[in-house]
């Protein structure tokens, strides 16, 4: 995120102030940068300026907390965003459940998923594939192989 800095010095010195846009984009930037700690202290600065986050905030946080193995700190968020009234999407839950899998925490993932459907969402391919891989990742591909149809169940 070179010279991000110097931009946002640049905006404010012609009377433009950063919306949430502005932000999001820095956020998602350093998510994807695996630079958690910047994204972290911009969406500070964001709640400093007084910028509400909105859904795309939080998922660009969510998804790089669980893609840094920091699925504590993401359900925190989870639970922050639905206090504040943004909805999760499949997306958001879907990143959670990434981050399950990856830490091998594959109880917590398919409770993740059963709550997903109490959140009123539908399971869709990347939800499967996901548990897939988290069971193949622990070497268990006979769950791995049992992940199209969980505990017996047809896909949502």
Not at 54 to 75: A, F, H, P, Q
Not at 110 to 131: C, F, H, I, P
Request: proline letters at 1%.
């Amino acid at each position: 995120m070179y010279h991000v800095d110097v931009l946002l010095k640049e905006m404010n010195q012609a009377g433009i102030s950063p919306d949430v846009v502005t932000f999001n984009v820095l956020i998602n930037g350093y998510c994807k940068e695996s630079n958690i700690t910047a994204a972290i202290k911009v969406f500070e600065e964001m709640r400093q300026h007084g910028i509400p986050a909105n859904v795309v905030t939080y998922n660009s946080l969510i998804s790089g907390l669980c893609r840094e193995g920091k699925v504590e700190d993401s359900l925190k968020l989870v639970e922050e965003m639905e206090e504040l009234g943004l909805a999760c999407t499949l997306s958001t839950l879907n990143s959670v459940l990434n981050g399950f899998c990856k830490k091998g925490m594959m109880v917590e993932a398919e409770g993740w998923v059963d709550g997903m459907a109490q959140r009123g969402m539908k399971s869709n391919v990347v939800t499967y594939n996901t548990l897939v891989d988290g069971y193949r990742r622990l070497g268990k591909m006979k769950e791995a192989a049992a992940g199209q149809g969980r505990n017996g169940r047809e896909r949502d």
